[in-house]
């Protein structure tokens, strides 16, 4: 049992003073109360553990090496598969080894993988069929953070049956029936959670979404949605819907269902969203990133959408910086300001985002749900002189201080248990090239 | 005399090993050459020193401050006349040598100061009518940053002959005679240029634009130039003109003029801007922040005017990341990556910037031009693995390490010469509230 004093503690908004007892990994206690002789403290501002609800871990091999020749989402992705028809189990634990560390000195406490490089290049399968998503789980225990493995069915090359190309190979199952015995034969694990996903319209064909669904009934599903026009022309070509139409005429849709990205929408697809209980996760830096676009996460909210954010590509490992864009993003197409307060932006990261994981007992400072802690420095020269409750808008990943996942402390002022971040990052990464 | 050896060195792009040779803070010679015995080592990629071309240093005690009740650029001007009321020439002299520091730390070499805070609240006249200048000139001494100093005329509250508020008196001279006698008062330093700015079409009467314009001959002018719909309205209903044709009109355009903004532009006056030589300075976490929009930058390049790049209102002390805000922005808008190619943001960080304050002699890593290094890490958490070529794209502030301000060290290892700037923020925003 731990008790730890919060300088100050995000529970509806921040309040100063805060005791918070764990056994077990879980809150026990909650007080406003001056800190006892054995706590430990936390300087700051403490917020729930940080939710990253949309990972491609391998992707941050790709972050500053896929700006010098213009182009589009679509020239990206033939960078992003060079590396991905590359990487090995061992090279695929590394980076993902670091790049969940790099997560968790963002005050990530719980990474969502959007996990589809299954097999060995060219197909085939490993010894053990699972060997990726066992190195994706390795990675996540190792760097100290939960892990909701969002297995990913991958079929298909298009919608309109372009079948795979070589390094697409490495992604599919055959087909919807094999992607779910594969997946059922995953062992469950404390700190991790076995979810699903649909990689997109484009490639799970329409008539074995069903089958899909079916699998991921009671875990989370995700899926990729409208993240690019051409995505939104093909379905509508192929078959006079929107990929959200699509989707919720063959069952993906639902209260266990994360869409992500969501950029692309009509007024019909997001009421479709709305009815479905679906939730949407932004990825604001990839959309950038990418040149996806500006989605309607507002009038996505005021339909009663929950949203959650998630780092993508990585692009930046700065979950809170994920909160800011969407906001900065809302503000540049609105002329308006506020458009989410400071507490929407903080459930997003924290509470709505452990619920689209499949953590629902994971994302406040509450009694009964997991000990994660994230202490926010507010004096750095980024910080200083901002107003507590503002502070979710202003602070960046350099500003974390203290991590706590489930009782145990991840990150120390600043530094994380496994070292050196930046150097396991650089050896990953160069392994690669 | 010192020789710097560079790990690795932007010149027109990133070239390892570069020997730089200062004297009397001015470069010597550049080299690729292995280091020599008494060689001082600069490890990562050395940026020329980065320019600030658009600064309101007591804006910085709003950041984290404004977020909490939606609202526009107009409310928000509400709380930052607030800020504007109080202050006085040591609190000023406090709050900007604490935020120059910061911009140091980023890698700032240089500021443009765009300031109109210049009399007692209330109006009257300080016993030296450029106290507050003077606090400004003190500041960034003390920080070790060179300055500009865009000393801003401003006479009236808006074009239909609003007259000034209670507030808007410390910001006037009366008319721009008084304001150009007043400027012509200060005395140029070493680390100093005495520019001249015209606030906004609303603050200046079209009638005395020219006389600002004549007093301004020689130096940096500099203009806030439609950066809301409504100052686009209000001057088309008072003059039958845009924004940008009412100051062509009057001489304010030209090559050594920057337009700071131009967010909302039409063709024409697009057109205007590049036909006067007229540069533009854009601030895009502030255009973010305020819900101004995203401007027409590439366009404006590709039409021929120069860009650069300003903090505003700091929002963020970090100008790294304003360049990457200015290409995420335009690919939000296009759907296409790459707008601007990583050379072009350089340029639009370091010479660029330099130009529009009025030091030609500043911003490339060459030969008779000032010795400004910005040493930045390529293997922190954030940077590792990426590109040199693309690290321009991917560092933030956190990954300056050693700053060079005309030969003198002024931040070594991220840290600054004045010690903790998070403190000296935290004490003069708390002196003021």
Same mark, same amino acid.
């Given at each position: 049992?731990?008790?730890?004093? #919060?300088?100050?503690?995000?529970?509806?908004? !921040?309040?100063?003073?805060?005791?918070?007892?764990?056994?077990?990994?879980?809150?026990?206690?909650?007080?406003?109360?001056?800190?006892?002789?054995?706590?430990?403290?936390?300087?700051?501002?403490?917020?729930?553990?940080?939710?990253?609800?949309?990972?491609?871990?391998?992707?941050?091999?790709?972050?500053?090496?896929?700006?010098?020749?213009?182009?589009?989402?679509?020239?990206?992705?033939?960078?992003? $598969?060079?590396?991905?028809?590359?990487?090995?189990?061992?090279?695929?634990?590394?980076?993902?080894?670091?790049? $969940?560390?790099?997560?968790?000195?963002?005050?990530?406490?719980?990474?969502?993988?959007?996990? $589809?490089?299954?097999?060995?290049?060219?197909?085939?399968?490993?010894?053990?069929? /699972?060997?990726?998503?066992?190195?994706?789980?390795?990675?996540?225990?190792?760097?100290?953070?939960?892990?909701?493995?969002?297995?990913? #069915?991958?079929?298909?090359?298009?919608?309109?049956?372009?079948?795979?190309?070589?390094?697409? +190979?490495?992604?599919?199952?055959?087909?919807?029936?094999?992607?779910?015995?594969?997946?059922?034969?995953?062992? !469950?694990?404390?700190?991790?959670?076995?979810?699903?996903?649909?990689? %997109?319209?484009?490639?799970?064909?329409?008539?074995?979404?069903?089958?899909?669904?079916?699998?991921?009934?009671?875990?989370?599903?995700?899926?990729?949605?409208?993240?690019?026009?051409?995505? /939104?022309?093909?379905?509508?070509?192929?078959?006079?819907?929107?990929?959200?139409?699509?989707?919720?005429? &063959?069952?993906?849709?639902?209260?266990?269902?994360?869409?992500?990205?969501?950029?692309?929408?009509?007024?019909?697809?997001?009421?479709?969203?709305?009815?479905?209980?679906?939730?949407?996760?932004? #990825?604001? %830096?990839?959309?950038?990133?990418?040149?996806?676009?500006?989605?309607?996460?507002?009038?996505?909210?005021?339909?009663?959408?929950?949203? #959650?954010?998630?780092?993508? +590509? &990585?692009?930046?490992?700065?979950?809170?910086?994920?909160?800011?864009?969407?906001?900065?993003?809302?503000?540049?197409?609105?002329?308006?300001?506020?458009?989410?307060?400071?507490?929407?932006?903080?459930?997003?990261?924290?509470?709505?985002?452990?619920?689209?994981?499949?953590?629902?007992?994971?994302?406040?400072?509450?009694?009964?749900?997991?000990?994660?802690?994230? =202490?926010?420095?507010?004096?750095?020269?980024?910080?200083?002189?901002?107003?507590?409750?503002?502070?979710?808008?202003?602070?960046?990943?350099?500003?974390?201080?203290?991590?706590?996942?489930?009782?145990?402390?991840?990150?120390?002022?600043?530094?994380?248990?496994?070292?050196?971040?930046?150097?396991?990052?650089? =050896?990953?990464?160069?392994?690669?090239?």
């Amino acid at each position: 049992m731990t008790t730890w004093w #919060c300088e100050s503690a995000w529970l509806d908004g !921040p309040v100063d003073g805060v005791r918070v007892t764990e056994a077990g990994g879980v809150i026990t206690a909650v007080e406003v109360a001056d800190p006892g002789p054995g706590d430990r403290r936390l300087a700051g501002l403490v917020l729930p553990g940080l939710a990253d609800a949309h990972s491609h871990a391998f992707h941050r091999a790709l972050r500053g090496r896929t700006h010098d020749g213009g182009g589009s989402f679509w020239t990206w992705r033939r960078q992003m $598969y060079a590396v991905a028809a590359r990487l090995d189990p061992d090279q695929y634990l590394a980076l993902a080894r670091a790049t $969940y560390a790099e997560l968790a000195l963002a005050g990530v406490t719980c990474v969502g993988e959007f996990s $589809y490089l299954h097999h060995p290049p060219g197909g085939g399968r490993y010894a053990d069929p /699972n060997t990726m998503s066992e190195a994706l789980v390795h990675a996540a225990a190792d760097a100290g953070v939960r892990l909701t493995l969002l297995d990913t #069915c991958y079929l298909t090359g298009g919608l309109d049956g372009t079948p795979l190309d070589d390094v697409q +190979q490495r992604f599919s199952d055959g087909d919807a029936e094999a992607w779910a015995a594969r997946v059922a034969a995953l062992a !469950p694990r404390p700190g991790l959670r076995i979810g699903a996903a649909v990689h %997109s319209v484009r490639a799970v064909p329409a008539d074995q979404l069903a089958t899909v669904a079916a699998a991921a009934q009671g875990r989370p599903l995700h899926v990729h949605l409208s993240e690019q026009p051409a995505e /939104n022309a093909a379905a509508l070509a192929a078959t006079g819907r929107t990929p959200t139409a699509l989707l919720a005429e &063959h069952g993906v849709l639902g209260p266990g269902t994360t869409a992500v990205h969501a950029v692309h929408l009509t007024a019909d697809d997001i009421a479709t969203l709305a009815a479905t209980g679906t939730g949407v996760c932004a #990825c604001p %830096s990839t959309e950038a990133d990418l040149a996806d676009g500006i989605g309607p996460f507002r009038r996505l909210a005021d339909a009663g959408v929950p949203l #959650c954010l998630g780092s993508d +590509q &990585h692009v930046r490992g700065d979950l809170l910086g994920e909160a800011r864009a969407l906001e900065e993003h809302q503000r540049l197409v609105s002329g308006e300001r506020g458009r989410f307060t400071p507490a929407e932006l903080v459930t997003a990261l924290t509470a709505a985002g452990h619920r689209a994981l499949g953590w629902p007992d994971a994302g406040r400072i509450a009694v009964g749900q997991r000990a994660d802690l994230v =202490a926010v420095r507010p004096h750095s020269v980024r910080t200083a002189g901002c107003a507590p409750g503002e502070l979710p808008l202003v602070a960046t990943a350099a500003d974390v201080g203290t991590v706590v996942v489930g009782g145990r402390v991840v990150v120390e002022d600043g530094r994380h248990a496994l070292g050196d971040v930046g150097a396991l990052l650089a =050896a990953a990464i160069g392994d690669l090239r």
